[in-house]
């Protein structure tokens, strides 16, 4: 088989090196004989894992003392639930800046537990996409939190500045672009984000959680999704996604032997950067989004003539280029490079991309 480049948004790849591991020590797990998901986690060998996995997210992310880390079932929308009902009483406002399908998507949840107000939206300027300035007035302390997501998956849309609220929370929904760029975690009140991209398989969430916001919970806050609760029982309050977790922890130990969050970065700009320039460099290719805004995660583009579409999927999955159709809602393509994706694995698509257009232009 030539090599494959899997290009999906989510669940995405994981690093080769993590599926090798753990094909390895699949059916016999330090040699006990069994499987790391056919053991307690009450078992010291599993909370080992558990601490171990905690620990080193902490350190990549430089996550202070003050915060709980928390993993949780239910994936990103599962905190779409839980942060209304951990943060804010029903007669209470929470500010939402909407930027694509996912900020909506917490919206509408947010509305059926408080008064989420919308406080922003994206702007369209010459056909390009861009995000308004994030900044609550003193007029505007009174909202529970400011919700927003730094990355919208499906839009391809990255917002790198810190709204700036003022004493109200900021609450993050990094699904899928933690762990890709260096942030300073104490300046938001809460960091969520699934699994399924840049740390392991879909079902898990990592929440990180201020301590000062742990007591804010409404009293029907299901237990399993209460952080105070979650943060009483390490994460264990009922039976946690135990081989996700394991498999989160073997990621987080490869991007600290990969030169952690730091060393990310630094690729991830320039596999973005090689992908946006082969975008530009043409008319056969396009982009919607300000060149401010555009997304080191999910890159986005159209076909100018898009009843080359087909061809071109077809195409590129025979070049071994797997999951590039763009969101339905979106359409034309989307090229998902997070952490696991080799830089080989943008240039091989950048040729193709090269190929096609030189082909078809
Ligand atoms: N937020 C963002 C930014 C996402 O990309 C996704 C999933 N693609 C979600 C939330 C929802 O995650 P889940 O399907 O795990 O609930």
């Not at 639930?81 to 917490?106: C, F, H, I, K, R």
């Not at 990180?208 to 237990?223: F, G, K, N």
Request: charged fraction near 20%; glycine fraction near 8%.
């Amino acid at each position: 088989m030539s090599k494959i480049f899997n290009f999906c948004a989510g669940p995405a790849m994981l690093p080769v090196e993590v599926m090798q591991k753990a094909q390895a020590e699949f059916v016999n797990w330090q040699n006990l004989g069994c499987s790391v998901m056919e053991i307690s986690h009450r078992s010291k060998e599993f909370i080992e894992v558990a601490e171990q996995a905690e620990q080193n997210l902490r350190n990549l992310l430089n996550v202070p003392a003050n915060y709980s880390v928390l993993f949780a079932h239910g994936g990103g929308r599962g905190q779409f639930s839980a942060v209304p009902m951990n943060l804010a009483t029903a007669e209470q406002s929470a500010a939402y800046l909407l930027t694509g399908s996912w900020s909506d998507g917490a919206f509408n949840e947010a509305e059926k537990y408080l008064n989420a107000k919308i406080v922003g939206r994206t702007e369209t300027h010459d056909g390009l996409v861009s995000v308004p300035k994030l900044i609550l007035n003193e007029d505007e302390q009174d909202f529970a939190y400011y919700h927003f997501c730094p990355n919208e998956t499906v839009e391809g849309i990255e917002i790198s500045e810190l709204p700036q609220t003022g004493n109200v929370p900021i609450v993050a929904d990094m699904s899928s672009n933690i762990l890709s760029r260096q942030i300073d975690v104490s300046q938001y009140g809460v960091i969520y984000a699934g699994a399924q991209k840049n740390i392991g398989p879909s079902g898990l969430s990592v929440v990180i959680v201020r301590e000062d916001l742990l007591d804010r919970a409404r009293d029907t806050t299901p237990s399993f999704m209460h952080y105070q609760t979650m943060t009483k029982y390490q994460s264990m309050y009922n039976t946690p996604p135990t081989y996700a977790w394991y498999l989160a922890g073997l990621v987080f130990k490869w991007l600290k032997a990969n030169g952690g969050v730091a060393a990310m970065e630094q690729k991830n700009i320039e596999k973005a950067a090689l992908l946006y320039r082969c975008i530009d460099e043409s008319d056969f290719y396009l982009n919607k989004v300000h060149p401010d805004f555009r997304s080191r995660m999910n890159v986005g583009f159209h076909l100018a003539d898009n009843k080359l579409d087909e061809l071109f999927l077809q195409q590129a999955e025979k070049a071994g280029l797997r999951a590039l159709k763009g969101h339905r809602i979106v359409g034309g393509m989307r090229a998902s490079i997070y952490n696991a994706m080799p830089l080989e694995g943008v240039s091989t698509l950048t040729e193709f991309m090269r190929d096609f257009a030189r082909s078809h232009g």
